[in-house]
């Protein structure tokens, strides 16, 4: 995914001196680029949420009672466990 903007960008304004504006902060974004950097932080957040989200169900899923009575354990089993 690119960038919503650069993160240094050298801009022509009318200065006292005449030089380029270095812009380094969101304040010097204008409206649009801050809602299109918005967003995509926003998206990443919410990719990195489901997969934490997935990861904790799957081991819930994996470690809970319901795996083990999914199973039929037989006399081995019984022999190893006592």
Not at 1 to 27: C, F, K, Y
Not at 60 to 78: D, K, Q, Y
């Amino acid at each position: 995914m690119s960038p919503a903007a650069a993160r240094n960008a050298v801009v022509d304004s009318a200065t006292a001196t005449g030089q380029g504006v270095l812009l380094r902060d969101i304040e010097d974004l204008h409206d649009a680029d801050l809602d299109l950097l918005m967003a995509d932080r926003l998206a990443e957040s919410a990719v990195a949420l489901r997969a934490a989200v997935a990861a904790a169900t799957l081991a819930l899923e994996v470690a809970g009672p319901a795996a083990l009575v999914a199973h039929s354990f037989g006399s081995g089993a019984r022999r190893l466990a006592s």
